[in-house]
């Protein structure tokens, strides 16, 4: 009877605890400790976001998604425009655009549809530590569809940096399940920048917004200095262990695959996870844009901070309303435009006071 009863208070014991964890973990506990980002290194970032939604627009010059800033696109700048129709399903639809204003050559990439079967075949090509790539571990699938992809653009992106000479960036952009597809297609530039006419690795640049977790953290941490990962708040894609598989069942069952995750971070220890090289993280340096708090209702005016973590990059699941929505790209662009402009409020309001007072 005593050890019945033990055993009842130990499983308690362990729920409880369990649960406390759960309930006060917050989205703003991830980069507590880490620095803000300065108004420069961030300022790209709702520019990046209107050019991954201009491949959702189906008219450029008439856009169904209203700016949440003063960027907009030029319809003329418009190299090309890619469907699902013809990516024939080895890629989500993509869009290349050289934006003079910035000296940019941007490739943006569309994320998951919901209705595309090619998009579920593409993010469940995959398997723990099946496949390896530049010393470390990436998602098979998307691996597979950026090489595709660079196979049937290589030409038209060399062209376009011979013409415009080496004054130009070139950048890949993408949104969720493109995020990947846009940062393992940067770290292949990189390390073959010789297919693109010499694209140096100074010259690559990629914005991964909502990312997937698409390659281990060996190669998350060296290709720091290309590839930004954008997460707003809660956003439950970076969170999320092996996460193209799990969004499948999601699909079907968000608050199961939540609890099944939270009961696994609870058991499984920190140590464990990082020692595994297979495991799969959201890639390059972090920029996590924060708007709420633990115990304070409503939004406030959102902040960015930024590292490139190696422990605690992004591992537990927060329990949330705002998980699913901290994920769209509609919302992520109006935050980020918020951010740079309270990011860049403060550093006139420091640059002001740091100027001595006359006498």
Request: charged letters at 25%.
């Amino acid at each position: 009877m005593s050890v019945s009863c033990g055993v009842e208070c130990v499983v308690i014991l362990g729920f409880s605890r369990w649960l406390w964890k759960r309930c006060t973990y917050v989205g703003s506990d991830d980069s507590a400790t880490w620095p803000p980002a300065t108004p420069d290194e961030f300022e790209p970032v709702p520019r990046v976001c209107r050019l991954i939604l201009a491949v959702y627009e189906p008219d450029l010059r008439h856009p169904k998604y209203l700016p949440a800033g003063g960027y907009r696109l030029d319809p003329d700048w418009v190299v090309k425009r890619v469907t699902y129709e013809q990516t024939l399903g080895h890629a989500p639809p993509y869009l290349i655009y050289v934006d003079h204003d910035h000296r940019e050559i941007v490739v943006a990439i569309r994320g998951l549809n919901l209705a595309k079967e090619s998009d579920y075949e593409l993010l469940l090509d995959n398997r723990l530590g099946q496949q390896m790539f530049d010393g470390g571990y990436v998602h098979r699938g998307l691996l597979k569809s950026a090489i595709w992809l660079l196979n049937e653009e290589s030409e038209t992106l060399k062209r376009l940096w011979v013409e415009n000479g080496s004054n130009y960036d070139l950048v890949f952009a993408g949104h969720s399940l493109g995020s990947g597809v846009a940062s393992i297609l940067a770290v292949i530039v990189v390390n073959h920048g010789d297919q693109l006419g010499g694209v140096p690795r100074s010259k690559v640049r990629c914005y991964a917004v909502a990312p997937a977790r698409c390659m281990s953290l060996n190669l998350a941490v060296k290709y720091a200095d290309v590839i930004h990962s954008i997460i707003l708040q809660d956003d439950f894609l970076p969170r999320t262990p092996t996460p193209l598989e799990d969004i499948f069942k999601s699909i079907f069952c968000l608050p199961c695959l939540l609890f099944a995750v939270c009961l696994r971070d609870t058991f499984i220890p920190e140590g464990r996870k990082l020692r595994d090289p297979r495991r799969l993280y959201a890639p390059g340096r972090m920029y996590h844009i924060v708007e709420r708090k633990f115990c304070r209702c409503g939004r406030y005016p959102p902040e960015v901070r930024t590292a490139i973590p190696v422990d605690g990059r992004f591992e537990h699941i927060v329990l949330s309303c705002n998980v699913t929505s901290d994920h769209g790209i509609i919302w992520i662009e109006r935050e980020a435009e918020k951010a740079l402009q309270v990011s860049e409020a403060d550093l006139v309001f420091l640059w002001f006071t740091a100027i001595p007072k006359l006498p």
